[in-house]
């Protein structure tokens, strides 16, 4: 046991968290997680805690992998640092480069590391302007992205991001960013067909391309399903409709893949769910299983080889292709591969949660339940025939999680969203268990709504 008052007095005085209320934290103690073992998380007071967040969306083999510790052992041994920089390069980056083309769908054969998601995103800010310089039109430099989206926390990852929260702390986005709507047909539709609201919004990108000037326009970029906004589901009509429009608009789509990639939705990325076929996919998390530190952009041949001809590209970080992380990414993918971990997640563990977590659209304050893959979402509304929205947004979320929590479970709020996304390694006796603990959880959030 580790003194758990000390620890928390320890970090309200010196450590700033991200993303957190510190003065709520400061009342309450901040939760103190001192180890993990699959899906399970232990806290300093010994309670067993459901992860079903998988962390942050990232541990998607699981807790407690040996194999993932000694491949980071192995390679601290033998070359625990060296860049890629200036013509250099070394074996867990190569190694690691070739599996992610074989992996990923068609031509996108090319691979720039980053330290994290935020900083893939940033790297593709600059790559697509560059391209487009390149190509002769250094006019299109423009990208268009989403409202309420997240990409990241870095200046250009929370530009790119829709969030006005974010954008209000900071004066972003940064220039030549823009936002159209998300496909959210619950909360949005009105009396429109899923796949009608789905091609109406998937216009939005071409009316903001005609607004802009077409020849302006450098990118578009959005998650296959957008994650930390609320797991927003798209209608079966959005993607085929932006790809045609990216298409014949000539601009680079760009898909974020640092959630719903390497499994999450039952392939190793969400563009093979929904048949997208990007020029530049977004990796992280999943990518190491948050093991390590590790982001990266995958790259078409054609757009990579442009950059290429074109001289140096004056970008990278010290932690680019780092080698220990590289090699741990390498384990990851191996055994996310040969135990069947995906192919199961589509053909046995996806369908099985997707029964179970319709179920909960059956309890009183749930108006949609929705999932693909192992992520999903909980709409909560006061009213489900009029799929009203709560008075204080968020507040009946908070309470929710924070039951979830006491009760043995990890699930986050967006709003009054609860979200879930829990390692793929789940079984179908913890998803029962999940879904028990889930249930009990938004009793209580109820009561707490109503008192
Ligand atoms: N893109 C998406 C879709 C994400 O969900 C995140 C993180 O949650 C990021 C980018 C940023 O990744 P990181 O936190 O590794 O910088």
């Known amino acids: 046991h580790y003194p758990t008052a000390e ?3 320890l970090d309200a005085a010196h450590h700033i968290h991200p993303f957190s209320d510190s003065a709520a934290m400061r009342a309450r103690g901040a939760r103190v997680i001192t180890q993990a073992d699959g899906v399970w998380l232990t806290d300093s007071e010994g309670n067993r805690i459901l992860d079903g967040m998988a962390g942050l969306w990232c541990v998607n083999i699981g807790y407690g992998r040996e194999e993932l510790a000694e491949a980071a052992a192995r390679q601290m041994r033998q070359l625990p640092f060296y860049n890629t920089f200036f ?4 074996p867990p980056a190569v190694a690691l480069s070739a599996k992610l083309a074989e992996i990923a769908p068609g ?13 893939a995103n940033d790297t593709n800010i600059r790559l697509v302007r560059h391209y487009w310089h390149a190509m002769g039109k250094p006019e299109k430099r423009t990208i268009i992205a989403r409202k309420n989206a997240y990409h990241g926390s870095t200046m250009g990852g929370a530009s790119l991001g829709g969030m006005g929260a974010m954008h209000a702390q900071g004066g972003l986005p940064i220039p030549d960013i823009v936002h159209i709507d998300q496909p959210h047909w619950w909360a949005e539709g009105d009396d429109l067909s899923p796949e009608e609201f789905g091609r109406a919004r998937a216009r939005q990108l071409e009316e903001m391309i005609d607004r802009l000037g077409e020849g302006t326009v450098a990118a578009f970029i959005a998650e296959p399903i957008q994650g930390a906004g609320g797991v927003i ?13 990216c298409r014949e608009r000539e601009i680079l789509l760009i898909a974020d893949e640092v959630i719903c990639g390497f499994g999450r939705t039952g392939h190793w990325f969400g563009s093979q769910h929904f048949g997208i076929d990007p020029d530049i996919m977004t990796i992280a998390k999943g990518l190491s299983s948050g093991y390590q530190p590790i982001g990266g952009s995958i790259i078409r041949e054609s757009v990579a080889e442009v950059i290429e001809a074109s001289g140096e590209f004056f970008h990278g970080y010290t932690y680019s292709s780092h080698p220990v992380a590289a090699a741990v990414a390498l384990e990851n993918i191996r055994i996310l591969g040969e135990e069947g971990i995906i192919d199961r997640v589509r053909e046995d563990t996806a369908p099985y949660m997707a029964q179970k977590w319709a179920t909960l659209a059956e309890h009183p304050m749930v108006g949609e339940a929705r999932m693909v893959g192992l992520m999903g979402a909980l709409e909560l509304t006061p009213d489900k025939a009029a799929r009203a929205a709560f008075a204080n947004e968020g507040t009946v979320g908070l309470m929710t999680r924070e039951r979830c929590f006491a ?17 793929l390694v789940i079984t179908h006796e913890e998803i029962d268990r999940l879904i028990e603990l889930a249930w009990q959880s938004l009793d209580e959030g109820m009561a707490q709504a109503k008192a």
Do not use: C
Not at 233 to 245: G, L, V
Not at 407 to 423: A, E, F, T, W, Y
């Open 87 to 90: 013509m250099t390069t070394h």
């Open 233 to 245: 589901i798209p209608p079966e009509s959005y993607w085929p409709e932006i790809s045609r429009i």
């Open 407 to 423: 009760n043995g479970l990890v699930m986050r709020h967006v709003g009054d969203k609860m979200i879930i996304s829990p390692p």
């Open 107 to 119: 031509d996108l054969n090319r691979v720039f590391y980053a330290g994290s998601g935020s900083e």
């Open 7 to 9: 620890l928390q007095a």
